[in-house]
């Protein structure tokens, strides 16, 4: 994931526009609306909430966090109110809660997509809370102490959060594995 | 506690997380531009001081319906957005709206355009089955997404008739209804008026040769990078020929239609890079790249589901190429499909033990075909 640099976050609320931080951020809205939500929402409608929202509330951002910290609170609770609205996943052509296929596309296109397919089932499965941090660790690379800057939560309850998100996702993924020996 | 990691996950989970990442989350060429039309449109619904929400909510509840009716009538939705940055409908047969400066055409899920100051055209088609724009006069500097063989867009001038299947391209007619055409970006099709022959104009070429039309750049601005997917300027401008013999016409086209299929893979379009495939096949049946062409074509049958066809497919492959590096792969994905298909190991299990005869290494595939092959007892 992209991070800005350390100067960038002012004492000074910087004067922003909404195109300046459409053209600079969207790519990074869309990916992590993609990340956080996963095949149950759609990125497009899940980042033209966000910017309807930043849209809005431009004239309250004070400049006391990096405008992708920002951001990412406003995606976090887009994503999260979509989900909640989402009642039906086709992301897949069918239903895979049970066992595992074996992947007969082409090689790379399948496994890569096998792979994600499953990564999301059992992350689906998560509390939410805890799917966040595992997302954000593990796909986006961030440490506790970041993950905690963006949630506006205290490192050690990331900390508890992530260790039983990764203990969880290996239990299930064991599950899955030996249920299909 | 504090900056120490929890625990690790263990290796298979790793493996599994490794893989899922190497999707492709990265926003669609024209992602950006759809999401922005659609933020303007919802701000500019926004009722004024005064006016009750549920006004904003009847509007907007109207133009759903709108764009539902259009779609369901099968006429995707298409939009100009006027220099000002207002957005109108445009209907089939409606003529391009006429601006003093540059407006953008948004031709649902079909291209993106830059329409030319004083430009006067008509969309003349868009369904599921085609699009066509007819231009009189003026620009268009279009990206047009890759499109399926028999649904093809079409440019029309004076002159010509254009065959788009993903590109880039900029068309233009001056005062005199002269009309010519510069490709930045993948290939066209071009069929002058009256001919019977069709010619390929490819990036950096243009028809006539002689002809100097290229986009500005306030036009290559307004697409956008999106859009232009890395096209610039410079790839509107002839390539110089080269002191070397060129390579065979057939051999160019033949590229350019599997570079076109292979685009629309990328772009998650199977239906589409199958037709370009089965073109390319069908003009080209002992064409150079018709080993490659072999593969690309099974990977988009296996991306459509179409399991018989791919069967046929990796047969031919290997009728082909017994022994070929691939061989082992394909005989996996044949014991694969077969065992789908049957739901037993019948057919299966030789082809996965031949698939195994030769140690695969590290093959991606080899896991898989090991698990498959320890389930078939």
């Given at each position: 994931m992209a991070r800005e640099r350390e100067d960038l976050r002012s004492p000074v609320a910087p004067v922003l526009s909404l195109e300046d931080v459409y053209r600079e951020h969207f790519d990074f809205v869309y990916r992590m609306a993609t990340r956080l939500g996963g095949p149950a929402i759609d990125a497009e409608d899940a980042a033209q909430e966000v910017f309807l929202i930043v849209a809005r509330k431009l004239d309250t951002y004070d400049g006391s966090s990096l405008v992708s910290t920002w951001l990412y609170g406003i995606t976090l609770n887009v994503v999260r109110a979509l989900r909640r609205r989402s009642r039906l996943r086709r992301f897949f052509e069918r239903e895979h809660d049970g066992e595992l296929d074996v992947p007969i596309q082409s090689v790379d296109r399948a496994e890569v997509r096998e792979a994600h397919r499953i990564a999301y089932a059992i992350l689906d499965k998560l509390a939410p809370k805890k799917r966040e941090a595992f997302i954000l660790a593990e796909f986006e690379g961030l440490t506790c102490d970041e993950i905690a800057v963006m949630t506006g939560t205290r490192e050690q309850t990331v900390w508890s959060r992530l260790h039983y998100a990764r203990k969880e996702f290996a239990d299930r993924l064991e599950k899955r594995q030996k249920g299909q020996r | 506690m504090t900056g120490l990691p929890p625990p690790e996950l263990p290796e298979s989970a790793r493996e599994l997380l490794r893989k899922a990442l190497q999707r492709e989350i990265d926003p669609p060429p024209a992602a950006r531009a759809r999401v922005w039309q659609g933020i303007q449109k919802r701000r500019s619904a926004r009722p004024r001081i005064g006016w009750r929400l549920g006004a904003t909510f009847v509007a907007g509840a109207a133009c759903a319906s709108l764009v539902a009716f259009l779609m369901l009538r099968g006429e995707p939705p298409a939009l100009v957005v006027a220099p000002d940055g207002s957005a109108q409908k445009l209907r089939v047969?409606?003529?391009l709206p006429k601006f003093a400066e540059l407006s953008v055409a948004d031709l649902h899920a079909a291209a993106r355009v830059v329409v030319g100051a004083g430009t006067q055209g008509t969309l003349e088609r868009l369904d599921r089955q085609g699009a066509t724009l007819r231009l009189d006069r003026g620009s268009l500097l279009l990206h047009v997404l890759p499109r399926p063989v028999n649904a093809p867009f079409?440019?029309?001038?004076p002159t010509f008739t254009a065959r788009v299947v993903g590109t880039v391209l900029r068309v233009a007619v001056d005062e005199h209804?002269?009309?010519?055409?510069?490709?930045?970006?993948?290939a066209v099709e071009l069929q002058p008026n009256g001919s019977q022959k069709s010619i390929l104009v490819r990036a950096g070429e243009r028809w006539p040769v002689d002809s100097t039309a290229a986009p500005t750049t306030a036009?290559?601005?307004?697409?956008g990078a999106e859009d232009l997917e890395g096209t610039t300027a410079v790839m509107f401008t002839p390539v110089p020929k080269p002191a070397a013999p060129p390579p065979a016409p057939a051999l160019s086209e033949e590229s350019a239609l599997y570079e076109s299929g292979l685009q629309a893979l990328r772009d998650r379009d199977p239906h589409g890079a199958l037709a370009l495939f089965r073109l390319e096949r069908q003009k080209f049946p002992h064409g150079t790249l018709r080993r490659e062409l072999r593969t690309s074509i099974l990977d988009a049958l296996l991306a459509v589901g179409d399991q018989?066809?791919?069967?046929?497919?990796?047969?031919?492959?290997?009728?082909?190429?017994?022994?070929?590096?691939?061989?082992p792969e394909l005989h996996w994905l044949k014991g694969s499909i077969l065992r789908k298909l049957d739901g037993n190991c019948r057919r299966a299990r030789a082809e996965l033990d031949r698939a195994l005869q030769h140690p695969p290494g590290d093959a991606p595939w080899a896991a898989s075909a090991r698990k498959l092959r320890a389930g078939c007892k």
């Amino acid at each position: 994931m992209a991070r800005e640099r350390e100067d960038l976050r002012s004492p000074v609320a910087p004067v922003l526009s909404l195109e300046d931080v459409y053209r600079e951020h969207f790519d990074f809205v869309y990916r992590m609306a993609t990340r956080l939500g996963g095949p149950a929402i759609d990125a497009e409608d899940a980042a033209q909430e966000v910017f309807l929202i930043v849209a809005r509330k431009l004239d309250t951002y004070d400049g006391s966090s990096l405008v992708s910290t920002w951001l990412y609170g406003i995606t976090l609770n887009v994503v999260r109110a979509l989900r909640r609205r989402s009642r039906l996943r086709r992301f897949f052509e069918r239903e895979h809660d049970g066992e595992l296929d074996v992947p007969i596309q082409s090689v790379d296109r399948a496994e890569v997509r096998e792979a994600h397919r499953i990564a999301y089932a059992i992350l689906d499965k998560l509390a939410p809370k805890k799917r966040e941090a595992f997302i954000l660790a593990e796909f986006e690379g961030l440490t506790c102490d970041e993950i905690a800057v963006m949630t506006g939560t205290r490192e050690q309850t990331v900390w508890s959060r992530l260790h039983y998100a990764r203990k969880e996702f290996a239990d299930r993924l064991e599950k899955r594995q030996k249920g299909q020996r | 506690m504090t900056g120490l990691p929890p625990p690790e996950l263990p290796e298979s989970a790793r493996e599994l997380l490794r893989k899922a990442l190497q999707r492709e989350i990265d926003p669609p060429p024209a992602a950006r531009a759809r999401v922005w039309q659609g933020i303007q449109k919802r701000r500019s619904a926004r009722p004024r001081i005064g006016w009750r929400l549920g006004a904003t909510f009847v509007a907007g509840a109207a133009c759903a319906s709108l764009v539902a009716f259009l779609m369901l009538r099968g006429e995707p939705p298409a939009l100009v957005v006027a220099p000002d940055g207002s957005a109108q409908k445009l209907r089939v047969h409606d003529p391009l709206p006429k601006f003093a400066e540059l407006s953008v055409a948004d031709l649902h899920a079909a291209a993106r355009v830059v329409v030319g100051a004083g430009t006067q055209g008509t969309l003349e088609r868009l369904d599921r089955q085609g699009a066509t724009l007819r231009l009189d006069r003026g620009s268009l500097l279009l990206h047009v997404l890759p499109r399926p063989v028999n649904a093809p867009f079409l440019v029309q001038t004076p002159t010509f008739t254009a065959r788009v299947v993903g590109t880039v391209l900029r068309v233009a007619v001056d005062e005199h209804g002269r009309a010519s055409l510069a490709v930045g970006h993948g290939a066209v099709e071009l069929q002058p008026n009256g001919s019977q022959k069709s010619i390929l104009v490819r990036a950096g070429e243009r028809w006539p040769v002689d002809s100097t039309a290229a986009p500005t750049t306030a036009e290559l601005e307004k697409l956008g990078a999106e859009d232009l997917e890395g096209t610039t300027a410079v790839m509107f401008t002839p390539v110089p020929k080269p002191a070397a013999p060129p390579p065979a016409p057939a051999l160019s086209e033949e590229s350019a239609l599997y570079e076109s299929g292979l685009q629309a893979l990328r772009d998650r379009d199977p239906h589409g890079a199958l037709a370009l495939f089965r073109l390319e096949r069908q003009k080209f049946p002992h064409g150079t790249l018709r080993r490659e062409l072999r593969t690309s074509i099974l990977d988009a049958l296996l991306a459509v589901g179409d399991q018989k066809h791919a069967l046929g497919e990796i047969d031919a492959s290997l009728a082909d190429e017994p022994r070929g590096l691939r061989a082992p792969e394909l005989h996996w994905l044949k014991g694969s499909i077969l065992r789908k298909l049957d739901g037993n190991c019948r057919r299966a299990r030789a082809e996965l033990d031949r698939a195994l005869q030769h140690p695969p290494g590290d093959a991606p595939w080899a896991a898989s075909a090991r698990k498959l092959r320890a389930g078939c007892k």
